[in-house]
């Protein structure tokens, strides 16, 4: 009885064991997606295309290495869609174009699953009338850059 006991106690702490690290991975990579937007971001902010469309890539390649229970396919194929424009083109005013849209999905996924245990914040560009998010409450416009680069409001903070 008491090796049957133990037996029982041995396997219930391995799935446990196996059952937060998948959660610590899931969470490694929701956090390198959130990064790999913010760096999309800081690329079309200093004006870099090349760097946006490769940061793009990557941002392809983390969120199709994260299990699709993890974010709807809805989500994830709108994400998908958003971030293939930007690595597609190596012009910067239609990548800052396809920015708008894949921020609004990224906020969507932000709200919906915690991609960091940082604070995300919801910047809004009133020339542009569009949303950003930023890991910091300074603003950096990537809609403009150096034109307009201090444009903008943080709206929402997502704790």
Not at 109 to 124: E, F, G, H, I, R
Not at 152 to 158: A, D, H, N, Q, S
Request: hydrophobic share 40%; with cysteine; glycine share 4%.
């Amino acid at each position: 009885m008491k090796k049957i006991f133990f037996i029982v106690v041995i396997f219930a702490t391995v799935i446990v064991q196996q059952s937060f690290a998948q959660d610590s991975t899931t969470q490694t990579q929701l956090s390198q997606l959130l990064t790999s937007y913010y760096n999309i971001k800081d690329a079309l902010v200093s004006g870099n295309a090349n760097n946006a469309a490769m940061n793009a890539e990557a941002f392809v390649k983390t969120i199709n290495g994260i299990s699709e229970h993890t974010i709807a396919e809805a989500s994830r194929n709108a994400l998908l869609k958003d971030a293939g424009q930007i690595s597609q083109t190596k012009d910067i005013s239609k990548q800052r174009s396809a920015f708008a849209n894949f921020s609004t999905n990224m906020f969507a996924l932000a709200k919906a699953v915690q991609l960091t245990s940082d604070p995300v914040y919801k910047a809004y560009c009133p020339m542009k009338k569009s949303y950003w998010l930023s890991s910091e409450k300074t603003i950096k416009n990537p809609y403009f850059g150096n034109a307009m680069i201090t444009c903008g409001k943080v709206t929402e903070t997502i704790q």
